[in-house]
């Protein structure tokens, strides 16, 4: 017998997913608004259950026991198929228009983790337990019948793992996977010319160039045999731009306004040397001496931390998937970033997590958008709800982050997640011996995730949705948080040699990387499936989530197999590292790929490019001359980059693990927008990290050099702000850019990576990982039926993760006290090329390609930074704020409204750098220029005379005073430029994203 | 002095048992992390505890609904193991998932003839949210809370929101005096008890919670759950408006920890 339980809100009002469909069918254009025959709809979730033995009653338990909140939900059960399953629930208000019944439900074979639960749970409750499926039942009025499908499909299901059912459901069992055929696919390449070579490339998604594709016939020619399937996906997988970086580490010729430059291995002498070279110089000097453990080598770039601990640090990209489909792509992003976490070293206990989204505005109009694109407020909704849900699910703190606006990425979303981790100082390191077993933990493989790595180096097209549902995987952060547990005990009683996630290319990238420098045996009939049906070649490159892979020794199986077992997580012995060189796979005994270690990491042909760079011309950036700026403020208050996030942030558990000390919105009403995190890894210690990032893709279209090295050093005085040493953040670097074939392309970024360099030696700051992604590009056909591409901006997120020594000398940015005297350090610049002040012109986009990109002086920030930092320590500053978008004038209304407190300064003591300006562009400049290494400061009335002699001979000026009037007056020689309630910027900063 | 011992009872997907258990070894508590499985098998591991902890997180990741499966499996499974817990005047004490998960065990003493009293569902705003709270204290009974009145702590949670049944239902809890917490803002101090409607307007009243209700206790006073995390305020430095005060004042989360503590001692 099949039956179908029903459970209803007990009234509309409490029916939140019938809500949440008639308003993303209102943002996507779908619903029509009316009385009588306007968009209605009603929803159920329902349980199939089926079993031979179930009885009407035992069902009628199972509801009331298990399934139905009696207080705020009803049921309904028979037999499926029964007419009174299919009549509108009777609290039904909706349109006078008839109703369409429409279900969601899982594709045969996918995981069910909600079925599973209550299948267990029904068990319990003595009843032999039914097959269980669930699923979700919308009415839907108001629309055309032909509409459903595409509703369903476009605001409802996850096309990977999800289907549409317009009308009653139609089934008679339960599906439960079909059994798989061994048959061996070999390639036969042999006979194929060039252009026969990349269709194999393109159709096969091994997304492969030619000169690799010629490789790899060249060698199995000699080999004299054809590859198989298996081994072909293995080669794409391991050569892949997102898992060899091929591009980055290869050769450039490079030349730009300096000159010409040939790198062996770009990133290698430019952001690597700078680490090493700062490592030589620490070693040299003796004490403190070089505290960076793991750079460059492991799934994260590790530091020392306190004399326990290390701390790894690491940031992911997930731009693809996250096109495709918000929730999941930014979901498993998270999860993923946590497993590089975990597989740090011999495993790093997750702390907290960061996460910096680049969107298209989200009031882009629906009728413009291109074939193929998702509507940019669905991918900002999906993305900041998928990142949620894994972070708060696993319980790590998400303390930072950044949002990002700008039309071009548009068909392109930019989603980086990171996480920082915890480990004994002891476990840093990590290497598998021969012999060891290849043991997989976690969950199950599936079909899902197919083709991850490979997809992701490919440009995205208007097809890329049809042809790449497979690459999105699902996350289950629940199996994340229980491997999580067992791999920490694991690690702590030394029961595996080496550890490594699953990510992209799922088995064939961990134990490819894991075995490179021994050999491996897999067994891959040995893997435990989510269902039947995978081929030999699918449990290879299955990129299913939360799998982590250990090398055990023989000794310690035992205990590693009944620790997993007693907490529920499921181990199994796939193979054993073999002292052979090669990667031999095989599925029930029969042999399916043979290949050389060296092959697979060395057998890449070297990829050669040219790279050019030319900065933009220098213009003036000429504006009329005003009276009054307040306008101006109000208008980069509100710009989508400035405004608060705090829509964002509270969906985020930010204080879970009870570190925090710094949370990412403070003030009198926790709504100001902190610099950076400060958090407290070990509980019963006061020594704290501190978390913040720096972007700004919009200079990167006057000079990525400026961008970067903005970059840079706004991560590192969001760290300062708050109370970091300067001599001890780490900072990370993650590129995302367009098509790096394109030379120009290239050469901009060359040109940011050669920029990092020179500023992390001058600031002492050493990059520890970092990851690019490239081809973030989206190509369609547009009306005209013309193809059309669409670059994002050069996008460089530099994380940063600082130190300090004692949590309660850190520092918030609003004005705590009426009567303190408020500094401005840092030298001001007529420096408005790509600010937002020129943004919010009404004259629009002339403005925004003139004016002088911000720069940095690097000794003098350095200075400015170590100053900062030892008048913090001495406790002299009451709050800080450093100056970036908008900013002087944004930083002190930030300061005032996030206080509760007004404030007056006087423009003119602002020192500018120019003697030259005319008297209205002096104004503007020292008002909205966004002049790097800059601060304002409220110090402690009895401490000003401190203060000002920490700040010694560095440029700084008292420049006004907090005061209780509410009202933010800034006068230039008497006259008043800026002068606004504090309550009505908040409320301007505050409105745009307030969702 | 003897050390109470603490069970902190763990579940897959359960996630604050780290800095729980810390905040019990802070008021003097000896603490031991237990895994349902654990439990399940050898119910006498709860002899050896005189407090019961059900932590934060998202059990069984709220599968059908939070706390749902957990609180099944307790109720099912063990609860003449502990009934007896309780009546043998021991302590136990539920926090957010915690706290869901108590509502579906009986042991918060909710149930009437016609089913649960109350529930804890969808926040009023749809969506998971976290945020400092003030709380009204009124003790009563309860052994966790004695001695205070009004205290700060933060919520993050999306199915925190305490709904009654019915009027009756309000009013039999209010008059017991079991609506311990209650949600208030700078506005309205103290809310009345009477109406199912919040007093306390949101983003103070986080959830839209009839009542304003934030935590309730059993007719002992011996079972405490709560939505908010005192285990997240236990140092000074923990409240959000930190920097803004003349003096570090200790984390007042903390005082419950110190008295279950104290109740053994």
Redesign the interface.
Known sequence: MLWEIDVLPRDAALDRPAQSLSSNAKDYGMATEGTGTGFACASARVFLLEGEHLSASDVDRIAKELLVDPVVERFVFAPLGADDLATPPSGWTGSSAPAHLLHVLSKPGVMDPVAQSAQAAIAELGIDPPLVQTCRKYWIAGLPEDRLQEVGYRLLANDAIEQVVVGPLAIDHLEVGRPYRFALQTVDLDSLDDEGLMRWSREGQLYLQLAEMQTIQQTFREMGRPPTDIELETLAQTWSEHCSHKTLAGRIAYSDDQGERQFENMLKETIFAATQELRRQWNADGEPGDWCVSVFVDNAGIVTFDDQHHVAFKVETHNHPSALEPYGGANTGMGGVIRDILGTGLGAEPICSTDVFCFAPPDTPADSLPAGVLHPRRVMKGVVEGVRDYGNRMGIPTVNGAVYFDERYLGNPIVYCGNVGLVPYDKAFGDPNPGDYIVTVGGRTGRDGIHGATFSSAELTSESEELSGGAVQIGNPIEEKCVQDVLLTARDRGLFTAVTDCGAGGFSSAVGEMGEKIGAEVWLEQAPLKYEGLSYTEIWISEAQERMVLSVPEKDWEELESLCASEGVEATRIGRFEPTGRLVLKYHGEQVADLAMSLLHDGRPPVIREAHYQPREVSPLLLPSKADYSDDLHQILGSLNVASKEWIIRQYDHEVKGGSVVKPLVGIASDGPSDAAVVRPVLSSNRALVIACGMNPRYGDFDTYHMAASAIDEAVRNCVAVGADPDRIAILDNFCWGDCENSETLGSLVRAAIACHDLSIAFGTPFISGKDSLNNEFSYTDSEGDRQTIAIPPSLLISAMGQMDDAARAVTMDFKRSGNRVYIVGLTKNELGGSHFSLVQSSGEEHQAQGQVPTVDPPVAKATFVAMHNAICLGTVAACHDLSEGGFAVTAAEMAFAGGLGAEFSLEKIPLAEESLSASEATVARLFSESNSRFLVEVKASATGAFEKMMGDLPHAAVGHVNESGQLTIRNSDEKVIDASIDSLKDSWKRPLAW | MTSPAVLVL?A??T??D??TS??FERAGAVVRQV?I??LLESPVVLDEHQILCLP???S??D???SG??LG??LR??LADALLRFRDDGKLIFGICNGFQVLMKTGLLDIDDAD??M??L??NDS???????VRLDVQPGNSVLLAGLEQVDM?V?HAEGKF???DQKSLDQLAKSGRLVLRYVSPEVSVPSAAALAPATPYPANPNGASADVAGICDTTGRVLGLMP?P??F?EP??H??W??RPE?VAGTGLRLFENGVAYFR
């Open positions: 763990r897959p997907g996630n604050c780290k800095e810390y905040a895994h499985r654990e934060g997180g998202f069984y990741g599968d059908i609904a749902r499966i099944n499996q099912e499974r089913g649960p109350a529930t569902t969808w749809g969506r998971y949210e976290a945020r400092w933060p993050a709904l009654f049944r995390h285990e997240r236990i430095h923990q959000p408006q920097t803004r570090l």
